[in-house]
């Protein structure tokens, strides 16, 4: 099993910008990549990013495109997404999530491990 804790939501002003880590334990070797996905209130949740755990190649939604990145330690098994040009609709619970190397990077069944969500609001 791999249990995923998540930090640094909170809320910040439009423009501004959140660091979120989502620190993994257990059997880190199951890790092969790493998505990140929200959920807004009364809304689908979402993919965001991801990140594959070697090669460190990236894959990015279109709506944060630009202004999200994702990184990672492998030493310390832990993924990052940096947050940039905040916008009130980038308003949601944040998860990460991590998974196989097989499987779609934006398909949310493909990831069997997931954090317990972070909030991250961003005031207009």
């Known amino acids: 099993q791999v249990q995923l804790v998540e930090s640094g939501g909170g809320l910040v002003q439009a423009g501004g910008s959140l660091r979120l880590s989502c620190a993994a334990s257990?059997?880190?070797?199951?890790?092969?990549?790493m998505g990140w996905f929200r959920q807004a209130p009364g809304k689908e949740r979402e993919f965001v990013a991801a990140?594959?755990?070697?090669?460190?190649?990236?894959y990015y939604a279109d709506s944060v495109k630009g202004r999200f990145a994702c990184s990672r330690d492998n030493a310390k098994s832990t993924g990052y997404l940096q947050m940039n040009s905040l916008k009130p609709e980038d308003t949601a619970v944040y998860y990460c999530?991590?998974?196989?190397?097989?499987?779609?990077?934006?398909?949310?069944?493909?990831?069997?491990?997931w954090g317990q969500g972070t909030q991250v609001t961003v005031s207009s």
């Open positions: 999530a991590a998974g196989p190397p097989y499987g779609l990077w934006y398909r949310r069944s493909d990831y069997p491990y």
């Open positions: 257990g059997r880190t070797a199951s890790i092969y990549r």
């Open positions: 990140i594959s755990w070697s090669a460190g190649a990236t």
